[in-house]
C-alpha cells in the first residue's frame, strides 16, 4: 500500500510550492508530487535486513536497529520531522505554514528532503519486513501447535475409545452374569416347586418357598395329624 508522504511534502523540489491535507494536481508541465516520491522510494535499494535480534517487538526503536537504519543527515529523521510536524508550536497552523516551517528548518540545517523522505521509506520497509517476519513466526507457531493438537487428539480418541471398549466388556460380563444367575434362579423354582409338591401332602402349610430368595419364607409348621 502506497504510503503517502506527500501528503505533508507536496513537492521536494520547490519549497515555495504550496501544501495540502491530500494529494493536488500539478499545473501542466509540472512535476507530479506522487510520482516524486516513488521515485526517491525506489531509489532506496533492497529490502532491508535484520541483523540482530529484536528482543522487544513493541520497540521500534530496537527494529530500525535491527535493520540497520543508517543515522539520518543532521539528526532529521522523519521521526523528528513528525515530532516538528506535532510541536504545540505548529501543530494547530494550517498544513502550509506546518510545511514551510519544516522545510524552512531543514533548509537552514543544510537537510534535503529527500533525505528525509528516504529515511522515511527505509523505516516503513524495515516495519513492513518484521511484520512478515512476526507473521510467519505467528503462522509457524499456529502449524506446530495444530499438529500437536491434533496427535493429541488421536491419543485421547484412542485413549477413549480403548476405555469405551473396557466399560462394554464390563457390562457385557455383568449381562453374562445376571443371564447366568436368571437361568439359575428358575430352575431353583423349580426344584423348589418339585420339594414343596413332595412335601405338601404331609403338612398343613407348606414350609417351602417357590418364590425368589427375597421374599421371606412362610413359617414351619409341624406334620400334619
Known sequence: MEKKWYN?????????AAAADGPQTPPAGASNP?????????????EPKFTSTV????????????AEIPPAPQGYSIMKIADMMQSEHI???PAEVRRSSVLVALDAAGVDIKDVIQDAVR?????????????????????????????????????????RAKIQANNDAVTREKERFFGWRLKKQQEEKRIADAV???????????SSSST??????????
Not at 8 to 16: A, I, K, L, N, R
Not at 55 to 66: M, V
Not at 216 to 225: E, L, V
Open 8 to 16: 505533508y511534502f507536496v513537492s521536494v523540489g520547490d519549497t515555495g
Open 200 to 210: 405338601a401332602p404331609f403338612v398343613t402349610e407348606n414350609p417351602i418357598t417357590t
Open 123 to 163: 523505516r516503513d520497509r524495515a516495519l513492513d519486513t518484521f511484520e512478515r517476519v512476526q507473521e510467519k513466526q505467528v503462522g509457524d507457531l499456529e502449524a506446530q501447535k495444530s499438529k500437536e493438537n491434533a496427535q493429541i487428539q488421536a491419543e485421547l480418541d484412542k485413549y477413549v475409545a480403548e476405555q
Open 91 to 93: 501543530r494547530s497552523m
Open 55 to 66: 528482543t522487544d517487538p513493541t520497540s521500534f526503536d530496537q527494529i530500525y536497529q535491527a
Open 216 to 225: 421371606s419364607p412362610a413359617p414351619k409348621t409341624g406334620p400334619k395329624q
Open 34 to 46: 506522487a510520482q516524486t516520491v516513488a521515485d526517491i522510494a525506489s531509489s532506496v535499494v533492497v
